[in-house]
């Protein structure tokens, strides 16, 4: 629950800093090295109290938030052509990578054990995020209003 709280701030958080950075590229590097940090400090938690627990939750969840930011990044990458669809379809590419996610967290903790096969597939991924981000265009200010040929 406290996860999911942090995701909602974390999201509207994310939507202020675009407008304040007038940049959502710099933005979604803030939230990845902060999903980073979150990480390591989850992963190498040790005799946490549970009031302590829930917070590192609230953060974890509040790095995590930008979901919103992310899916506005993916549309306007595209036409008025295509713009819904990716906005529809990208979500579907995030959840659905889940499954090699998965797949590579199951082997990596059969030969690593699970903490340090969860901080490997963890920067992996976020590994993969900053590359891809690094490709981006920054689309804060550009003009959505055309067609894809």
């Given at each position: 629950?406290?996860c999911?709280i942090?995701?909602?701030?974390?999201?509207?958080?994310?939507?202020?800093?675009?407008?304040?950075?007038?940049?959502?590229?710099?933005?979604?590097?803030?939230?990845?090295?902060?999903?980073?940090?979150a990480?390591?400090?989850?992963?190498?938690?040790?005799?946490l109290?549970?009031?302590?627990f829930?917070?590192l939750?609230?953060?974890?969840?509040?790095?995590?938030?930008?979901?919103a930011?992310?899916?506005?990044i993916?549309?306007?990458?595209?036409?008025?052509n295509?713009?819904?669809?990716?906005?529809?379809?990208?979500?579907?590419?995030?959840?659905?990578?889940v499954?090699?996610?998965?797949?590579?967290?199951q082997?990596?903790?059969g030969?690593?054990g699970?903490?340090?096969?969860?901080?490997?597939?963890?920067?992996?991924?976020?590994?993969?995020?900053?590359?891809?981000?690094?490709q981006?265009?920054?689309?804060?200010?550009k003009?959505?209003?055309?067609v894809?040929?």
């Open positions: 629950m406290y999911y942090g995701i909602a701030v974390g999201d509207v958080v994310a939507g202020f800093l675009c407008q304040m950075l007038k940049s959502r590229k710099k933005v979604m590097l803030i939230f990845l090295l902060l999903t980073a940090v990480i390591l400090v989850y992963l190498n938690a040790k005799g109290s549970p009031e302590t829930i917070w939750s609230l953060f974890l969840g509040f790095a995590s938030g930008y979901w930011t992310f899916v506005t993916a549309s306007e990458q595209f036409g008025t295509l713009r819904a669809t990716v906005t529809t379809t990208v979500p579907n590419f995030v959840r659905g990578s499954v090699a996610v998965t797949l590579s967290f082997f990596l903790k030969q690593y699970i903490l340090q096969g969860a901080m490997i597939v963890g920067f992996v991924c976020l590994i993969i995020a900053l590359v891809a981000l690094s981006l265009k920054e689309t804060f200010h003009d959505l209003d055309y894809e040929v």
